[in-house]
């Protein structure tokens, strides 16, 4: 594959559901103005995506894609 066009080295996935619609609204807010500017800052950091599914769980997801999983990243939780 073309530079760029495969995945990215390492990735990581996470998922949640709010509680109510205020809560979701909140969590959206944060994620914009504090989550993704702070991350994006991260060494080794590619790009995060925020998922929303047409259907069933979770409500919300998020995609990390990093070019390592450094054990001392302090933005990203290792647990594999």
């Known amino acids: 594959l073309p530079y760029?066009?495969?995945?990215?080295?390492?990735?990581?996935?996470?998922?949640?559901?709010?509680?109510t619609p205020e809560d979701e609204i909140k969590l959206a807010k944060w994620y914009r103005a504090?989550?993704?500017?702070?991350?994006?800052?991260?060494?080794?950091?590619?790009?995060?995506?925020?998922?929303?599914?047409?259907?069933?769980?979770?409500?919300?997801g998020v995609l990390w894609q990093v070019t390592d999983c450094h054990q001392n990243t302090s933005m990203l939780k290792l647990d594999f």
């Open 4 to 19: 760029g066009m495969g995945p990215p080295p390492a990735m990581q996935l996470g998922n949640y559901n709010c509680d």
């Open 34 to 60: 504090e989550r993704f500017p702070r991350v994006s800052m991260t060494d080794g950091m590619i790009r995060g995506r925020k998922l929303l599914p047409i259907s069933g769980w979770p409500k919300h």
